[in-house]
């Protein structure tokens, strides 16, 4: 299957602070790619989703300034979380969706751990 | 709104038995149901999926079953083995190609060797 990779696999920051999270795809170009929030022990569930060169879809509820989704080319997608609070910490995983194979099934990366103390 | 229900919570099984994982779902527009395996600590790998027009579909020890009229989905795991242990997801969503995915609660699997 597609490789879709995340950076970094884990990350600390205090609180009020910005992080950043990379989503690459690493052998397909990926027209969509979408961003999943997991709480411990909990299922994932979708914050949104980016099309290349516009602007993401925010499910109900995500605060659109808080995320910030970039979509800036085929392979790679950003989250950033700006102004960090405790309550943000949680497991975050992309996944990315490409249209140059047969299925379009869309591919998972391996998650980044965001701890904010 | 919970739209894909999973169960159980949670399943310990022997080695060697059959683990089953149940899901429901209400949304009639759904038309992709994959299963997803996921260990602690990483992303969600996907196992196998189905589409509504077939009722059951096999690869390896992995088998879903499908009742469209029930709007049911299950996975069985047969000859369970200790490295099955993890958590499983049921998943549903509008469109063929798998994305934007509603996720069930999650079911963690024990087989005990």
């Known amino acids: 299957g597609a490789v879709v990779s995340q950076h970094p696999s884990w990350v600390i920051c205090k609180s009020g602070t910005s992080v950043k999270i990379e989503c690459r795809s690493l052998?397909?170009?990926?027209?969509?790619m979408f961003w999943y929030r997991q709480f411990p022990k909990q299922s994932l569930m979708l914050m949104a989703t980016?099309?290349?060169?516009?602007?993401?879809?925010?499910e109900q509820g995500v605060e659109k300034d808080k995320f910030l989704i970039n979509h800036a080319s085929l392979t790679l997608s950003t989250l950033t979380v700006t102004s960090a609070h405790p309550e943000d910490s949680s497991f975050y995983i992309c996944?990315?969706?490409?249209?140059?194979?047969?299925?379009?099934?869309?591919?998972f990366g391996q998650g980044t751990r965001l701890t904010v103390v | 709104q919970q739209q894909v229900k999973q169960s159980p919570q949670s399943l310990i099984v022997q080695k060697g038995g059959i683990s089953i994982i149940n899901c429901a779902y209400e949304?009639?527009?759904?038309?992709?149901f994959p299963w997803y395996q996921q260990f602690p600590g990483k992303g969600p790998a996907l196992l196998i999926a189905?589409?509504?027009?077939?009722s059951e579909k096999k690869e390896g020890r992995f088998t879903i079953s499908f009742n469209k009229s029930a709007k049911q989905f299950s996975l069985h795991i047969m000859d369970s083995q200790p490295g099955d242990s993890a958590t499983y997801f049921c998943?549903?969503?509008?469109?063929?190609?798998?994305?934007?995915?509603?996720f069930g609660e999650g079911t963690q699997l024990t087989v005990n060797p």
């Open positions: 996944s990315a969706r490409t249209t140059n194979r047969g299925n379009t099934e869309a591919f």
């Open positions: 052998d397909f170009q990926a027209t969509t």
């Open positions: 980016s099309n290349e060169g516009s602007k993401a879809t925010y």
């Open positions: 949304n009639t527009a759904f038309d992709y």
């Open positions: 189905i589409r509504p027009d077939v």
């Open positions: 998943a549903a969503s509008p469109e063929t190609s798998g994305s934007r995915l509603t």
